[in-house]
């Protein structure tokens, strides 16, 4: 596993974005019991980072579909966040992922942007990558539909 | 949350097939980490428990799609495994899963089972409830394709 | 080709419904190109069967993916439709279909129904079957979700 | 509807995958039912063009999913087939599409790309646009997974 998780540069959201999304991120139990990580927060985008370890690992010693899954569906989520209203609160309506090849590396990376923003449904889609010794391979592909909560208690972010 | 985790009864395998699922099953390091436990497996069925505590949860406080996911697509996969070849493993290659209501409550339970086993793939699809206070409530259903490996080094199950 | 195409006589919807469902496929031009018709509505539930023609094939001989899920989508949506206000209209926000085999047939026959109906948003799925001499196939597996709309200009069903 | 469908002047294929997709697609009796033309081809790129008219449309007077899905499957399936061995075929083994805007306009043109070419399968991904006096919109947005099939009867491109 690397030394440290980097943090991606490319990715600039607006101060309140970027607090909004990392302290929801914060109250996920999930992201905690698995070590994830937020690497960057943009407008319409997310990146999340998950060290390789044996408790997310599947019988054949690749990071299980869940696992991936987990953080990609995470950071669909949160890309869509950064450009929803104040008030308003994230969930997931459906995801598909496609896993494209097995899952061994020293971390998972999973980026999130927004294909498409609507006032009820927006579609994000995230790639994720396997990394080792520097070098990134795709993966997975997951394509997911949030939905803008309003006014429905205790959904808020 | 419930005392204790019911096996389901009805689901029936042959003793080959039920100890192949569980031994591969306790190879997931994942499942453990959740704490997901197998409550059956039956010819091209197989259930999976989770207790539902804070380190699974999202920021609403409703177990976290990806949770929901990891159990979902290992009782599709495992469902698919127990019609394969002895000498094959199972992998996913692709899982859709839709969200139907908030996950709230002791248990999230996932029903496998195999709509139709091809010699390369195999489509699954898994009801996955809520449970609280003995009611269950489909909270999310997911259709998987599973990937029968033959003869590739370490998948085999 | 059968001679005539058989309503499916297990599924009896109220006439509203019925006429409802019935009026708005025979707005759907592509149904009429495509020459589906439909054989059953229910609560809930509605079946359309296309005949084989060379219209609606591949480059193989097999009834195209692109068909295939024209009818599945349709049934889907139409199902979804019966459970809905009367003021409503229904639009498709995203389906996945899975082809599990060749089509090839006399007959396609698709079999909606609605797996869970909500506010804003329904699942339902749909499988199609493969008809040749009076046998029937199972060729894909649809998910759908369903949107009602209302009070929006220009839809309404 | 537009005079006359543009070609896409930035997709150059070999004459060998040009021809070879294009000979595939006239064999394809729904594209010629719809009234789809093949505007490009690229290495792992086809675009498909859909004239708009009432025999493709749904009951509100919008493109029907079915006949989106259509020409955004075949983009797909063709995007992969440059890529493939000559002596193989492609099929489609499922696909997701999202609907994100009633698909209303001139034309419809599907853009299929392949994200990861695969031995066996591989994963490609649609953008759908409608085309209304020379504005495009993004309309829907599909990802599809076909297997490069080789050695069986009748399943050649």
Redesign the interface.
Request: charged share 15%.
């Given at each position: 596993m690397s030394a440290r998780i980097q943090e991606n540069s490319k990715l600039q959201a607006s101060p309140e974005a970027e607090r909004r999304v990392r302290e929801?991120?914060a109250?996920?139990?999930?992201m905690?019991?698995?070590g994830a990580t937020i690497t960057g927060v943009g407008p319409g985008a997310v990146e999340i980072a998950l060290p390789v370890?044996?408790?997310?690992?599947?019988?054949?010693?690749f990071v299980?579909?869940?696992?991936v899954?987990?953080?990609a569906?995470?950071a669909a989520g949160f890309a869509a966040l950064t450009l929803m209203p104040a008030d308003a609160?994230v969930?997931?309506?459906?995801?598909?992922?496609?896993?494209?090849?097995p899952a061994v590396g020293d971390w998972i990376v999973a980026r999130g942007r927004v294909?498409?923003a609507?006032r009820?449904?927006t579609?994000a889609?995230t790639d994720v990558f396997a990394e080792k010794a520097g070098q990134e391979r795709?993966v997975a592909?997951l394509?997911a539909?949030l939905m803008t909560v309003s006014g429905r208690d205790?959904?808020a972010?």
């Open positions: 929801s991120f109250r996920q139990g999930l905690s019991t698995l370890s044996d408790g997310i690992l599947q019988q054949h010693g299980h579909a869940g696992a899954s987990s953080i569906d995470t609160g969930l997931t309506t459906e995801f598909k992922i496609n896993l494209l090849a294909v498409k609507g009820t449904l579609l889609q795709l592909y394509t539909t205790g959904i972010d």
